[in-house]
């Protein structure tokens, strides 16, 4: 040190150097005496890291043998890993003379804290969570959802992979899928379409509904229970209208092939018969 002249002071060097020491050994006493505990706590923490690893492994296994599918089993699994690795590591912490209700403070502090900065990742990954556990749809189903639709490709903890009808990929947060109405085109196993016809005045209806239900009847991919129906919906001023309705298996065939296929053999056959129907104008 230097005194007030310019000099080297070397009884504060001195005074400090003690002190220094002095820190050093009630650091190294303390450490002393805490040495079983800190070992106890090391030794707790590897076996939590272990155990941990067994109850992910025991869950996966037990999940895979529910046939349950493979996102949920890699969600499961981990909230279960993180679920024993955080209790063990209390149980550490604990051994180590940490005081618990003061982490436990600061700790939810700094939970608050982040729940606000990160409120729309936390909000998507719980969504998520509860999409793969309560699955409204799984991967290969086309749903809907506001402006949006597609075919599921992979359901994400944040958000999930939409393949739009345009080969667009689209990705949705999963807080929407959560919040909002979805619309799961392949969640049974059959799809009812309709389509509209209109039967100008002076033309056979009778005949016309005969031929378009034998098409429908005979078409591949349209399901024969229930049977097609052709109803007479409305009365217009110059046709009568008339509405078709059947059942497809969208996860076989694509319900719009299908009925773009019988409009073209429907429209043919109706030709071939003098018998007049068209669609009607939008």
């Known amino acids: 040190m230097v005194d007030r002249h310019g000099q ?11 002190r220094l020491a002095e820190s050093f050994r009630e650091f190294g006493d303390g450490v002393v005496d805490r040495l079983p505990y800190l070992v106890a706590a090391v030794v707790a923490i590897v076996l939590t ?3 941990a690893r067994l109850v992910r492994s ?7 043998r529910g046939r349950a599918e493979r996102h949920v089993v890699v969600v499961v699994a981990t909230l279960a890993y993180y679920a024993a690795f955080a209790l063990g590591l209390v149980v550490a912490l604990s051994l180590g003379g940490v005081n618990l209700g003061v982490l436990v403070g600061s700790l939810g502090l700094a939970t608050v804290a982040l729940g606000f900065a990160l409120q729309d990742i936390v909000s998507n990954f719980t969504a998520g969570i509860v999409l793969l556990l309560e699955h409204p749809f799984t991967e290969g189903d086309h749903i809907a959802i506001a402006e949006t639709e597609g075919e599921v490709e ?3 903890v944040r958000a999930t992979r939409l393949r739009a009808p345009d080969g667009q990929l689209v990705l949705v947060p999963n807080k929407l899928l959560f919040t909002q109405v979805v619309t799961n085109s392949t969640a049974t196993m059959r ?7 209109e039967v100008p005045y002076g033309q056979d209806a009778a005949r016309a509904r005969e031929l378009v239900l034998e098409v429908a009847a ?7 229970d229930p049977a097609p129906r052709l109803l007479t919906q409305d009365l217009g001023k110059g046709a009568r209208r008339l509405r078709l309705t059947f059942w497809v298996d969208s996860r076989s065939d694509d319900p719009d092939r299908v009925r773009g296929e019988l409009l073209d053999t429907a429209e043919k056959r109706l030709r071939d018969a003098g018998v007049s129907m068209a669609l009607p104008e939008s």
């Not at 080297?8 to 003690?18: C, I, K, N």
């Open 154 to 156: 992979e359901i994400r």
């Open 8 to 18: 080297f002071d070397a009884r504060t060097l001195l005074r400090e150097a003690v």
């Open 49 to 51: 890291v272990v155990v």
């Open 218 to 224: 005979g078409l591949e991919g349209v399901s024969d």
């Open 191 to 197: 799809r009812r379409v309709e389509v509209p016809l």
């Open 58 to 64: 025991g869950v996966e296994r037990a999940l895979r």
